[in-house]
């Protein structure tokens, strides 16, 4: 209840308001009552009202109007008090002047509501009559004064309440349209699903004023986790949220599976959470991101405790957002799979291309060679024509190689043993001069097990730094079909050039030229 004691003013007029015509009569007669008065102060009254009706800020009407109040009427305090949506509590208490007496509480002999479309705003509390103390009554002239000031206050209210919800209906507009052009525009590196999320989380909270913005999705146990997260609370906080979850016992959780928002004006202390992450937080939305009947997951917006409850234009608007957002992100998501699915396509494409056009092309010239080989007479060209043959079987198994990558899943999915091998040739071009060959034999990528994979990289990166360049170029082999001495199927590692390797690593013995490097069980 308001802490101001129940009006005095006999006119209060407490019921509800009539219609804008009622009221603009009411104003009238107040100002035909302070014709027959003193006449000095209307200037004053009207030069205010002219103010007040002009300006869209709240909070300097109301200073206006207390500062006004209490000069119209040589109150020594005046106070404009500004009741909560549900006009059950103080939202606002603007004073002008000190109480009587040094009293915070004194009595007031004066109160005049003001009204808002027909609800009760607030109320402009007067005290201390100029001249007699605390308790001199104000007389008549100061009533009508008041009321006059109280009317043109509550449709300087009613102005600027549109005003302000209409600048913040735009504002949470924009941000959603914001947040759709982000999310089909995608990241410019990383996971596109990653950034969609920070994306909802950052702008909820930018447009909510909250402390916290979270993204929380599903988990196998029912539980909902923390998946993405914008905070302007401390490190150590935002350390404990991420990855935090709403356990499935939670009455919130009920909710929002059920496509229903769950708002608390202090989510600490609200016996509907049972999470620990809740105890940094006072007013919440928990909004459910829901398209369709399915609900993809939760956005949290919360404030630091002690701070504004959401008032509700702010939970409609934050529902609104939250439906805009689980539609953007199901829009991005297949605006992704439909670009990742094009990607597919050319790779589809040139790998079919390598493989019916240049593999057939280099076959038939590799025939040809071999048919000169055969009829060659002189032995230099023979060794000459042999050694073209050999180039061209290993540039087709670098093509083979290249169109299974092709062919290999999405970029995010780990490279392949082919692949990484591939990268550690290249990465040897530039000091031997020449990208060495490389020629797999066998399915690789499907029998070599990660552990060996991994030693197998290692010591293929090793052995290529320590080659020397040479005028034929290196060439590296990885052979999944051999058997080791202990009767296990294995992998070998084998670079031939020039190298001052003094032996082999892993399981092998080094033949002669110190070829084979590495070797060791497909599955250890």
């Not at 349209?177 to 982000?182: D, L, M, N, R």
């Not at 702008?203 to 909510?208: N, P």
């Not at 025939?367 to 000459?384: F, G, I, Q, Y």
Request: include cysteine; proline fraction near 7%.
């Amino acid at each position: 209840m308001p802490p101001f004691p129940e009006p005095v003013d006999p006119h209060d007029g407490a019921g509800p308001a009539g219609s804008a015509a009622e009221l603009a009569e009411r104003t009238a007669q107040d100002l035909r009552n302070l014709a027959g008065g003193p006449l000095a102060r209307l200037p004053q009254l009207l030069e205010a009202m002219v103010a007040i009706g002009s300006d869209l800020d709240v909070h300097r009407v109301l200073d206006r109007i207390a500062e006004t109040a209490a000069s119209l009427t040589g109150a020594r305090y005046a106070a404009v008090e500004v009741l909560d949506e549900d006009g059950e509590g103080r939202r606002d208490l603007i004073t002008h002047g000190s109480p009587p007496e040094g009293r915070p509480t004194a009595p007031f002999a004066l109160r005049v509501p003001i009204k808002v479309q027909g609800e009760l705003f607030g109320s402009v509390y007067l005290a201390g009559k100029a001249g007699g103390g605390a308790t001199r009554p104000f007389g008549e002239v100061d009533l009508h004064l008041v009321r006059v000031l109280a009317t043109e206050a509550g449709i300087a209210m009613g102005n600027a309440r549109m005003h302000a919800a209409a600048r913040q209906r735009r504002r949470w507009i924009d941000g959603a349209a914001s947040v759709t052009t982000a999310l089909l525009a995608g990241p410019e590196s990383g996971s596109a699903a990653e950034h969609a999320l920070t994306v909802v989380a950052e702008k909820g909270r930018e447009l909510a004023e909250a402390a916290t913005g979270a993204v929380l999705l599903p988990r196998s146990d029912g539980a909902m986790e923390v998946v993405a997260i914008s905070t302007l609370l401390s490190e150590s906080v935002r350390a404990e949220a991420y990855g935090g979850a709403i356990p499935p016992e939670s009455p919130v959780l009920h909710q929002i599976h059920a496509g229903l928002a769950v708002f608390s004006d202090d989510f600490a202390d609200d016996p509907r959470s049972i999470s620990p992450l809740s105890r940094h937080y006072g007013p919440t939305m928990l909004l459910p991101l829901r398209s369709g009947d399915r609900v993809l997951g939760a956005l949290a917006l919360c404030r630091a405790s002690g701070g504004p409850r959401f008032t509700h234009v702010e939970r409609t608007l934050g529902t609104q957002f939250a439906s805009q957002a689980a539609l953007a992100l199901v829009l991005a998501d297949r605006h992704h799979d439909r670009q990742r699915l094009a990607v597919y396509e050319d790779r589809d494409r040139i790998a079919r291309d390598l493989h019916d056009l240049v593999i057939q092309r280099l076959f038939a010239t590799g025939m040809l060679l071999e048919s000169a080989h055969r009829t060659a007479v002189r032995p230099d060209v023979k060794e000459d024509v042999r050694r073209a043959v050999d180039e061209l079987d290993a540039t087709i198994q670098e093509i083979r190689t290249a169109i299974i990558a092709l062919q290999q899943g999405p970029p995010e999915a780990p490279a392949g043993l082919r692949t990484r091998i591939l990268r550690e040739a290249g990465a040897a071009a530039a000091v031997l001069g020449a990208r060495p060959s490389v020629l797999f034999v066998g399915p690789v990528d499907a029998r070599v097990g990660a552990e060996s994979g991994r030693a197998l990289v290692a010591a293929a990166g090793r052995a290529l730094t320590e080659l020397t360049p040479a005028a034929e170029p290196a060439r590296v082999v990885v052979d999944a079909t051999v058997t080791l001495a202990d009767g296990r199927a294995g992998v070998r590692l084998t670079v031939i050039g020039g190298s001052e390797r003094e032996g082999a690593e892993g399981g092998a013995d080094a033949d002669p030229d110190g070829a084979v490097v590495w070797e060791g069980p497909l599955q250890p």
